[in-house]
């Protein structure tokens, strides 16, 4: 059975920092697709960042709106992604999910494509 635990959201004011870690348990493909996705109150969820790794490397892609202010990284010994935001403004206050896929087609950022999620953890990034 996999299990996604998502962990580090708080509040803190723009232009501060957060860590968001997920713990993938039950997933024992070392190449699944691990991606953060977020959603806001009236809004469809939005993907976030992805990650995968292959013989060649690590994988990643950003949204628009995150990249070069967000990264994504992972530990397969630890069954663990990690999401660094930096630079953060408000319109990044939502719920932040974990959520992972073993199918081998490039997932993107679609959540239709992605078969475990977390329960969530929020970020609340004020004025």
């Known amino acids: 059975q996999v299990q996604v635990a998502e962990s580090g959201g708080g509040s803190v004011q723009a232009g501060g920092s957060l860590s968001l870690s997920c713990v993938i348990s039950g997933l024992t493909d070392g190449r699944a697709y691990w991606a953060w996705f977020r959603q806001a109150p009236g809004k469809d969820r939005e993907g976030v960042a992805v990650i995968s790794e292959s013989a060649a490397g690590y994988s990643t892609a950003y949204a628009a709106s995150v990249k070069g202010r967000f990264y994504v990284t992972r530990d397969n010994a630890k069954n663990m992604v990690v999401l660094e935001m930096n630079g953060l403004k408000p319109e990044d206050t939502a719920m932040y999910y974990c959520?992972?896929?073993?199918?081998?087609?490039?997932?993107?950022?679609?959540?239709?494509?992605?078969?475990?999620w977390g329960q969530g953890t929020q970020v609340t990034v004020s004025s």
């Open positions: 959520a992972a896929t073993a199918s081998r087609r490039w997932p993107g950022l679609i959540p239709e494509a992605y078969d475990y």
